[in-house]
């Protein structure tokens, strides 16, 4: 089984996380902040990804800290738990429909930490969350798993629709990408490393 476990503490916030990349899709978060909970039990469901993750953080101050943070460490839980990436797929894409929304992702599992965000800010809040903060956690994901990762709103609509395909989206691009094919020997790069 791919899987890692990692506890970070910084005097803003205090995360203890365990992700399995072979799962089922069961997650059980709590982070304080209700609607980001049920974003990353969607991007969990559609990684097929297990995953529990405890985050305290100074929500008295914003939800900054704590998303993003939490960010971070699912980033190098996935980078820890690849291992050295022999057999992956890679490469995985998405378009990912909610109702009047329609999000486009696309991952590569390069090594290189980096994110492509073509999603406008939207004025209202989901809930409890702030949009913006969507940007955040992707780029702090993206920045330490070592993947590049874009995604791009094709059909606008309400924000809680947007921030639920975005997700759902980049938790299906990851799973193709990440699912393993008998079919490479090693590493599918013409490197021989990723």
């Known amino acids: 089984m791919r899987q890692a476990v990692l506890t970070r503490e910084t005097r803003e916030t205090c995360i203890a996380a365990e992700l399995c990349l072979d799962g089922t899709g069961l997650a059980r978060v709590d982070s304080g902040i209700g609607f980001f909970d049920h974003m990353l039990d969607s991007w969990s469901r559609f990684a097929c990804f297990d995953l529990t993750l405890q985050a305290k953080g100074d929500l008295r101050v914003d939800a900054h800290h704590t998303v993003e943070d939490c960010g971070i460490v699912l980033g190098q839980l996935l980078k820890q738990a690849l291992g050295d990436k022999a057999g992956i797929e890679r490469v995985g894409d998405a378009l990912f429909p909610m109702d009047e929304v329609l999000a486009q992702v696309a991952v590569d599992v390069s090594g290189r930490g980096f994110l492509v965000w073509q999603v406008d800010v939207l004025a209202s809040p989901a809930a409890d969350f702030p949009f913006e903060l969507a940007e955040e956690f ?5 920045c330490n798993a070592g993947i590049t990762l874009h995604v791009r709103l094709l059909s606008e609509g309400n924000s809680h629709h947007v921030l639920e395909a975005v997700f759902k989206g980049v938790g299906r691009a990851l799973r193709l990408a990440l699912s393993v094919s008998g079919r490479y ?8 490393s990723l």
């Open 138 to 142: 992707f780029r702090a994901l993206a």
């Open 185 to 192: 020997g090693g590493v599918p790069s013409t490197k021989g």
